[in-house]
């Protein structure tokens, strides 16, 4: 028998089939349960697992009181994250709430209340956050080779969430157009839009390569696509004492940068004091300018290794350890990123530029 037993709660998001392949994965964790509103979702995912419909169940109160897992995997839309988490977290189990935090700050300080019983603790996945271009780079800040981080450039996206499913299989131009009226990424009261779902990604890896630096004010603007409840495109800016730093967000690049980079590239650029970080998703390099070779020089990349292989063995680490959440997973990084979201939401409203939002 495993030693940790999961459910997963709502399959909003595609991402949930992703977490729970790492929990199948993992040598001790199992998924005793799972729950959506609609049981289409829950069976396909199950399917490509090769695990049994008599794990789906039609309540998600039923779920977690026949199962007792030890653990919740959440995937709700992102405005619902707040309530979600506040539902599970009753139970006293650990979360892990795939990104982004929250659809509001208020929101993120709901979720992190609520899960308050003893040792009990709450992780946010940032998929980003487990790229080895990404890690390779937090470890050669942390080592000072760019010396102080100044700014930071970040470019992120794909074709749209509706192009792919689990295991970033493509749909069909008729599943597209269909989905696209109902989904909840196009939704404004369920939290869609590129900026919500993509800037968190930038600005919580962002906090974490200044390690927990906050801006002093933001500016954003979105595009406004004809038809359209929410954003496809948004440009943030962050003013630092450093200086400024760019967050750009993006549905409909011309390529998806699993399969084929687009330009600009999906990732970062870091700027520090003595060098500078090109750090692009998927690739297996990084690029280094510094002093010592200003034309810059590749770097491989690390290879992640328990504890930190991914989302699932980290978390699992840290309550078997009884650690802390750390990095862009904890709570206490990734409030400082909705801080900065939400500030970008209100700034592209308003079309103005904000003090940093609390």
Not at 24 to 44: F, I, N, T, Y
Not at 97 to 118: G, Q, R, S, Y
Not at 337 to 343: A, C, L, N
Request: glycine residues 8%; proline residues 7%.
């Amino acid at each position: 028998m495993a030693r940790y037993r999961v459910v997963g709660i709502n399959f909003d998001h595609m991402h949930m089939g992703d977490l729970l392949r790492r929990v199948c994965a993992h040598p001790d964790a199992e998924v005793v349960g799972v729950w959506h509103h609609e049981p289409d979702k829950p069976r396909e995912v199950m399917d490509r697992l090769k695990l049994p419909h008599d794990l789906i169940f039609a309540d998600w109160r039923q779920c977690i009181e026949q199962t007792k897992p030890d653990m919740a995997v959440l995937c709700p839309s992102t405005a619902t994250h707040g309530k979600w988490t506040c539902n599970v977290a009753e139970y006293g189990i650990h979360i892990v709430v795939e990104k982004p935090f929250a659809a509001t700050l208020a929101e993120a300080d709901a979720m992190i209340a609520a899960v308050n019983k003893p040792g009990q603790r709450l992780a946010i996945n940032w998929p980003l956050a487990w790229y080895p271009p990404h890690r390779t780079t937090k470890r050669l800040i942390d080592q000072g080779a760019i010396g102080r981080v100044i700014n930071i450039h970040y470019y992120d996206g794909n074709r749209g969430p509706l192009m792919h499913k689990m295991d970033k299989l493509e749909v069909t131009s008729e599943q597209l157009m269909q989905e696209k009226k109902r989904s909840w990424f196009y939704k404004k009261s369920e939290g869609g839009g590129a900026l919500l779902d993509y800037l968190g990604y930038g600005v919580t890896l962002g906090t974490w390569f200044n390690n927990g630096k906050k801006p002093i004010e933001v500016t954003c603007a979105v595009d406004q696509p004809p038809g359209l409840e929410v954003d496809e495109h948004a440009i943030t800016v962050a003013r630092y004492d450093t200086g400024l730093s760019k967050f750009e967000t993006r549905w409909g690049t011309f390529s998806d940068p699993w399969t084929n980079q687009p330009q600009p590239k999906c990732g970062f650029v870091v700027c520090g004091s003595e060098g500078t970080i090109s750090s692009y998703d998927y690739e297996d390099h990084i690029r280094v300018q510094d002093k010592k070779c200003p034309e810059g020089r590749d770097v491989p990349v690390d290879k992640l290794q328990s504890p930190n292989a991914d989302p699932i063995d980290h978390v699992l680490h840290c309550i078997s350890h009884d650690l802390p959440i750390e990095g862009p997973l904890s709570p206490a990084v990734c409030r400082i990123g909705q801080q900065i979201v939400d500030t970008a939401y209100r700034s592209a409203q308003g079309k103005r530029t904000l003090s940093l939002m609390d």
